[in-house]
């Protein structure tokens, strides 16, 4: 039996067992890979500027 193994890292500190977190800025879409706690960071760092801004919501939704 052959079994792949794929593991994601962070591209912020380099970890393993990272996820991929989206977002867009300026009609430029992003994705990085971010450990919990850079992710926990993250949304730190925006958490001001998503208090105050507006939800978008696309069609359909």
Known sequence: ??????????????????????FSFEKA????????????EFVRAIAGYTAKGRKVRRRGD
Do not use: C, P
């Open 1 to 22: 039996m052959k079994r792949t193994v794929t593991k994601t890292y962070s591209d912020i500190s380099g970890e393993a067992d990272a996820a991929t977190v989206r």
């Open 29 to 40: 879409q992003y994705e990085i890979d971010l450990t919990r706690a850079d992710r926990e």
